[in-house]
């Protein structure tokens, strides 16, 4: 039997193409291992939202033809789909794939396979007008699922370079997510994680008058499900009825990953996010007036073209009246064909190590004073791994707790909070 071995760089979606894709190959016969094992085939799905995700995937791309140099190397992803020319050009390469021409992956490498020059499938993805509905085949039995239920972006935020690797709005039909999310559940996943990558635009594109929250309705009403949980969402996304559903259904995750990226209104403003931090503080209000227990993350870019040293004192001052729990603080990473990066007044580099450092540094605060408040409460955790006699898993409100407890991996325990422990809480039942 051949073998495939597969690995992602990035966010969330590309974890669920990766398992897509893996399913693709089953079905056709192969034996998919882990990609630090000898395989016929490896396949990486890339990363390009900074050159860092960029240079990690080339990494990959070098390890597996170090593994296995008569392998089938085959790269697809966003980077896939932004520099494929310069994909083919690294040592091993035998496949490049686009970001919409996953359906066609096993037959590209099989084609590969026999083929003496480098198969470039990538197509313009700004012509794409429909989600690539790929059923999920021979699903391995975990705890958590992602389910992609969007693709593309139309937002064009001035430092992002992923509505041209992803190309226009792009949305399942709701059919399709009732199917995939009932298969989820037969296989004994116990939480699912509805992603996207313009995960709040969902509905727009299709024909009927449909919203995310009509998307998380129809999942909520699944039997047997024990959890679902978004992926990130766009603050000004959360609408009336998205939150009437996640304080009346018990089985919603109290979880909401809102990217605010900077906290002053000017540098909102030359990011082209179309939103105040007056519009952001307000809705935070409003959903933990609602929910008081739930966790808000969020996302801050360090360093953007023209933010002073003012602007992010009172960004970091601004980000510490929120109520958020974690902050991921990424350095300003220049793309170019961005507007961003034809901009004056770039931020050295040091500057922004030093920033992203002061947000890290907040978030960890942020976390233990989030964290302190469910001590000697009670939480549902969805247990995931266990290492060393320790066992791990994360609640509604993704707190990740830890046991010593003999409890069993995919199942969901009440575990009381005893304690802070390392970067979550100790919990004993």
């Not at 635009?201 to 024990?226: F, H, M, N, Q």
């Not at 990130?232 to 809102?258: T, W």
């Not at 507007?339 to 976390?367: F, T, Y």
Request: some cysteine; glycine content about 6%.
């Amino acid at each position: 039997m051949a073998k495939v071995a597969l690995t992602t760089l990035g966010c969330k979606v590309n974890q669920f193409e990766t398992e897509t894709i893996a399913g693709l190959f089953r079905q056709r016969g192969y034996d998919v291992v882990d990609f630090t094992e000898k395989a016929d085939v490896y396949i990486i799905n890339t990363c390009s939202v900074t050159h860092l995700g960029e240079k990690k995937s080339r990494q990959l791309i070098r390890r597996a033809n170090h593994l296995n140099n008569d392998a089938v190397v085959a790269v697809t992803g966003c980077y896939a789909q932004l520099a494929p020319k310069e994909i083919k050009k690294i040592d091993g390469v035998k496949a490049v794939i686009g970001t919409n021409e996953r359906k066609n992956i096993v037959d590209v490498v099989e084609k590969a396979a026999v083929g003496k020059t480098v198969i470039s499938d990538v197509k313009d993805i700004m012509h794409e007008h429909e989600f690539e509905d790929i059923p999920m085949f021979g699903m391995q039995s975990r705890t958590r699922a992602f389910l992609k239920i969007q693709d593309g972006c139309n937002n064009f935020c001035s430092y992002c370079i992923i509505p041209y690797a992803r190309g226009p709005l792009r949305s399942r039909s709701l059919n399709s997510i009732i199917k995939e999310a009932d298969k989820l559940i037969n296989n004994q996943f116990h939480e699912i994680v509805l992603s996207g990558i313009h995960l709040g635009a969902y509905g727009r594109d299709l024909p009927e008058d449909i919203t995310l929250a009509d998307a998380v309705e129809v999942v909520l009403s699944l039997k047997g499900l024990k959890r679902l949980r978004l992926g990130s969402l766009e603050s000004i996304e959360v609408s009336d009825k998205l939150l009437e559903l996640l304080v009346n259904n018990r089985h919603f995750a109290h979880h909401l990953h809102l990217p605010l990226q900077a906290g002053d209104n000017e540098i909102l403003k030359a990011m082209n996010r179309h939103y105040s931090i007056q519009d952001f503080a307000e809705l935070l209000k409003k959903i933990t007036k609602h929910v008081p227990d739930i966790a808000i993350s969020t996302d801050v870019i360090a360093g953007f073209p023209g933010e002073t040293d003012a602007q992010f004192v009172h960004s970091l001052e601004y980000i510490k009246s929120l109520p958020i729990c974690r902050i991921h603080a990424f350095p300003y990473s220049k793309r170019r064909g961005t507007p961003a990066a034809a901009m004056d007044n770039q931020v050295a580099e040091g500057v922004k190590k030093q920033r992203v450092h002061e947000l890290q540094k907040l978030s960890k605060e942020k976390s233990s004073q989030f964290y302190a408040q469910f001590i000697g409460k009670s939480l549902d955790v969805l247990v995931e791994q266990e290492n060393d006699g320790i066992v791990d898993g994360h609640t509604g409100n993704y707190i990740k707790v830890y046991t010593d407890k003999k409890i069993k991996k995919g199942e969901i325990y009440s575990l009381k909070m005893i304690k802070s422990y390392k970067d979550g809480l100790w919990g004993e039942n």
